[in-house]
């Protein structure tokens, strides 16, 4: 019998108790049971990581899922700090850096905004997409399938039956994984980085 996949959600917002989706979409899922949430703010408010800690839970994880508020256009700032720790040159890429490679990654992120502003004539004045080669070019690099994004708009004018739809949305696709899934065509499928064309230690720079 095969195993259920492994979801590790790292859910990083800075201010969970006054959110609105954010809350209710990590409510509506960690009771898979095959799902675990490690809360980032919670578990690390002065910002010392516990970077053997994280490595072994995604190391045990087939997929990974950014969750966050979109804060200037980027992830929130112990996030950040915690990808630049956790994923270690020659762990998660790098020539030996393999230990990501074949997972998943999928973001899971809120705006504050309407869809609307995220358009060429909107006050960002760029579609979403343009914030997003950061994320899947961090999966990349590491060997792993960077999946489409769910990104809810809105958040502080959703109405209830809005945020109901996105929250039980969320709940499918990760009820359902890997199932909708393994169609998916992505970079690290198509032209994976080979050792030789990965990039050396940045603290070396």
Known sequence: MTSPP????LYAHPSHGTSRVNRRLREHVQDLPNVRVHDLYEMYPDFHIDIPHE?????ESDLIVLQHPVQWYSMPSLLKEWIDVVFE????????????RGKDLMLVATTGGAASAYQPDG???RTFDAFLPPYEQT??????RWLPPLIVHGTRRASE???ASQVNFY??????????S???????????????????NPNDA
């Open 171 to 180: 709940r499918e696709r990760l009820s359902t994984y890997p199932a909708w």
């Open 182 to 200: 393994m169609h998916i065509q992505t970079p690290a499928d198509r032209d994976p980085i080979g050792p030789q064309l990965q990039p050396g």
């Open 123 to 125: 006050y960002h004045r």
């Open 161 to 163: 039956e809005e945020m």
């Open 55 to 59: 490595q072994q839970a995604l190391e």
């Open 6 to 9: 492994r979801i590790l959600i």
């Open 89 to 100: 040159h020659g762990w998660a890429y790098g020539h030996d850096g393999h230990a990501l």
């Open 139 to 144: 999966a990349h690099l590491c060997g792993m």
